[in-house]
Nanobody
Framework: VQLVESGGGLVQPGDSLRLSCAAS????????MSWYRQAPGKERELVAR????????KYPDSVKDRFTISRDNAKNMVYLQMNRLKPEDTAVYYC????????WGQGTQVTVSS
């Protein structure tokens, strides 16, 4: 089983980034997929979730209307489009797959700074 995140980097406030997560080794289309983030000294928090067939998404208020999660079950990919980034979005972003088991990626760093 592998979840490999990519797309992180250093951006300025107001910029956009698109994170990608490539999944392999499990039946991707059965799993709810989520993005979490963890900033230094803080607990890991959910930033976006999408159902197995992509018909429902969930966001906390802190990112609602700025972040969009999507998935491509044909490619075993999940994405996080992040717009109007803020310094408080700085964190390591993790991809998670949840169904009968829970899998995590290794994370990708997003830094928002002027």
């Amino acid at each position: 089983v592998q979840l490999v995140e990519s797309g992180g980097g250093l951006v300025q406030p107001g910029d956009s980034l698109r994170l990608s997560c490539a999944a392999s080794g499990f039946t991707f289309s059965r799993y709810v997929m989520s993005w979490y983030r963890q900033a230094p000294g803080k607990e890991r928090e959910l930033v976006a979730r999408i159902t197995s067939i992509g018909d429902f998404t969930k966001y906390p208020d802190s990112v609602k209307d700025r972040f969009t999660i999507s998935r491509d079950n044909a490619k075993n990919m999940v994405y996080l489009q992040m717009n109007r980034l803020k310094p408080e979005d700085t964190a390591v972003y993790y991809c998670n797959a949840q169904w009968d088991s829970s899998y995590w990626g290794q994370g990708t760093q997003v830094t928002v700074s002027s």
